[in-house]
């Protein structure tokens, strides 16, 4: 599988190829956690607020800058928050348990903030121990020590955890380059007039957004004639430019002008042709072999219907591209739900409606009295048919009907193999 080498700041969504190790330790030294005074704990031991005690302001500690000195018995130096701890300090009194003094010894405002002139003096009404209010060296991370595995999917938190262990770099898998073919005599580019008899292509757009939502590159191979040269030749092109996998849509049935079958024979095999679910029946799997030492490369063929289209490209794409991508979560999570509607489903195929979850005023899922999600047909009076894309744009999961489920009353199903009574996974959001 390709990698490559990135700048961390580029590499949120990606799956990391190798381990990251820090390369410095956080926090790379003992710093204060709060803003105050850095002090000796044993010269504030028995400070009071009847009884303060009064140490000497030797200097300062900026964040970003090195401590210029040490502190000795009676002393203290300001510091801010995230500084070094200057040598000789063991702890830090908090501004807020604090009096200024000035030149002559007149008291300022008691602390509530560390901002303004370097005071002469300062009174501590209050003890603390050693080490209070410091963060040690390496308390979060140690340099050497990993970090990451191989195959962690980087998301905000490991960007930040990678940059503050002070590395720049990471080497990631290579978005896998995908090509998706739309086929179609009837076809018409979204937009353009469709004539009398033209209808606007919807799968080349949205098998291109299911594939870069998957964690892909798509490559758009356009739209295909029903003719076997066209499609032939766009294949060979997507397998020229460095597709690893090509998705094609129509064409995979047994009508006389589906021809995306015997395209995938004249260039390798094919492995598996039709698949007994609901919808997406006439689904092919292709292998061509590639050469320059690639490994072979997969041909998805999906029904024309566009709910078919995407129905399929859920179950048997988008697990294929991730692990391409090296992404350990390659399918979607599961739940348990309740049909609210009867339905009606084909005996022998497994089905996936397309539904939408019950919610409360606050947004959350509904559930009954054995925890299982309510859900509702999707599309109302549109229906569940194959073509109807305004079910699917509304749809939140794909509830599956087991194989020998025929006709489903409203509530409780029967269990299928998988010992689930309903099992809904969230596929479109």
């Known amino acids: 599988m390709a990698t490559e080498t990135v700048p961390i700041g580029e590499a949120l969504g990606r799956i990391l190829a190798e381990p990251v190790v820090a390369a410095t330790s956080l926090p790379p030294w003992d710093n204060s956690a709060m803003d105050g005074y850095a002090v000796r704990a044993a010269d504030v031991a028995g400070a009071t607020e009847v009884e303060p005690v009064r140490l000497v ?26 500084a070094p701890m200057p040598p000789g300090a063991d702890s830090v009194v908090v501004v807020e348990m604090t009096t200024p003094l000035d030149a002559t010894g007149s008291r300022g405002t008691r602390g509530r903030d560390a901002v303004g002139p370097l005071p002469s003096a300062v009174l501590v009404h209050g003890g603390v121990p050693a080490g209070a209010n410091i963060r040690r060296a390496a308390d979060d991370l140690v340099a050497g020590e990993p970090l990451l595995e191989s195959g962690t999917a980087v998301g905000p938190a490991q960007v930040a955890l990678v940059a503050g262990a002070g ?104 492995d598996l042709w039709r698949v007994a679910v609901q919808p997406g029946k006439p689904f092919a799997l292709g292998v061509v072999p590639r050469e320059g030492g690639l490994g072979p490369a997969p041909l998805f063929g999906l029904p024309g219907n566009p709910v078919s289209s995407f129905v399929t490209f859920e179950l048997f794409v988008r697990p294929a591209i991730r692990a391409l991508a090296g992404r350990r979560d390659r399918f979607r999570p599961l739940d348990r739900g309740v049909l609210l509607q009867s339905a009606r489903t084909s005996l022998g195929r497994r089905a996936y409606l397309r539904v939408t979850a019950e919610r409360d005023e606050d947004g959350a899922v509904t559930r009954d009295g054995t925890g299982r999600a309510r859900v509702r047909l999707a599309g109302g009076s549109a229906g569940q048919g194959s073509h109807v894309l305004s079910a699917l744009a509304t749809a939140e999961a794909l509830a599956i009907v087991p194989e020998a489920v025929e006709t489903h009353a409203a509530g409780p199903t029967s269990i299928d193999p998988a010992g689930r009574e309903w099992s809904t996974s969230a596929a479109s959001r």
């Open 57 to 82: 302001v030797v200097g300062e500690v900026a964040a970003g800058a090195a401590p210029e000195r040490s502190v000795a018995p009676g002393e203290a130096i300001r510091i801010a928050t995230g």
């Open 167 to 270: 590395v720049g770099t990471v080497v990631v898998h290579r978005r896998p380059r995908i090509g998706v073919l739309a086929t179609g005599d009837e076809l018409r580019a979204a937009g353009e007039p469709l004539g009398p008899a033209g209808i606007p292509n919807s799968n080349g757009p949205g098998l291109r957004a299911l594939v870069t939502r998957a964690g892909a590159d798509a490559v758009d191979l356009g739209i295909a004639r029903d003719n076997l040269d066209d499609v032939l030749e766009r294949l060979r092109r997507g397998l020229a430019e460095g597709c690893y996998a090509i998705v094609v849509s129509g064409g995979v049935s047994v009508g006389p002008y589906d021809v995306v079958k015997t395209a995938f024979e004249e260039l390798g095999t094919v």
